[in-house]
């Protein structure tokens, strides 16, 4: 199956600054990366996702990059702001494009200083 | 409510017992999941159900046995668990093809006693 690695594991940064976080999978054939936000008690809710036809997508403060070469993507929030602390997680397909089922990473424990 | 919805919220087994997990969606999806979450792994693919059938099986332990009986509806049922199959199993629900995002539930935290 799909291989997914995440870094960094805990990133802080100051209300106001941006925000990126870095995944990188192995399988070439995925098409597909979501990204999730998950608050402390809470489901872990989609915020972004891309599809390999297309290099960048933006949803306000968020946006996600996909470089097909290198395997890897990433979450940029630009702005941060005390209601962006939670573990971010990214994903991809689980057993290449088309098949349903993801792999996620290990998380990425955002915090929000102000 | 984001229209998948687990029962129990919260469950307490001993290592004899059997117990089942319920997961319900109204979405319209045809496709489930089963993920543990714990602190070694964060979110751990168990099972996948495309269609009503199995498509994938991640290598878990036979104590874990699914089943889904709709598009609707998926349960894990338990038996003879250990000590360290307690966490949070969530159950999420997508459109199949593999090009969309989950719905999660809430969970069921699961203690093994």
């Known amino acids: 199956g799909e291989n997914v690695e995440q870094h960094p594991s805990t990133l802080s940064v100051q209300e106001g600054d941006s925000a990126v976080i870095k995944c990188t999978y192995s399988d070439s054939a995925s098409n597909y990366f979501p990204w999730y936000k998950q608050e402390l008690g809470k489901r872990p809710q989609l915020i972004i996702d891309i599809r390999s036809n297309v290099g960048e997508k933006k949803d306000q403060r968020i946006a996600v990059t996909l470089n097909k070469t290198a395997k890897h993507f990433s979450l940029h929030i630009t702005e941060t702001q005390p209601e962006d602390s939670a573990v971010y997680f990214c994903?991809?397909?689980?057993?290449?494009?088309?098949?349903?089922?993801?792999?996620f990473g290990k998380g990425t424990h955002l915090i929000i200083q102000p | 409510e984001t229209g998948v919805t687990q029962t129990p919220r919260h469950l307490v087994m001993g290592m004899t017992n059997k117990k089942s997990l319920k997961c319900e969606q109204h979405l319209g999806h045809n496709a489930m999941y089963w993920y543990k979450q714990s602190a070694k792994k964060p979110l751990e693919l168990m099972f996948v159900?495309?269609?009503?059938?199995?498509?994938e099986n991640n290598s878990v332990p036979s104590r874990f046995s699914p089943e889904c009986p709709n598009s609707s509806h998926l349960f894990l049922h338990l038996h003879t668990l250990q000590p360290e199959d307690s966490a949070l199993y969530l159950c999420?629900?997508?459109?199949?093809?593999?090009?969309?995002?989950?719905?999660f539930g809430s969970g069921t935290r699961l203690t093994v006693v």
């Open positions: 999420a629900s997508s459109r199949s093809g593999g090009l969309y995002g989950y719905t």
């Open positions: 994903a991809a397909p689980y057993s290449g494009g088309g098949a349903d089922g993801l792999t």
């Open positions: 159900y495309s269609l009503e059938e199995r498509v």
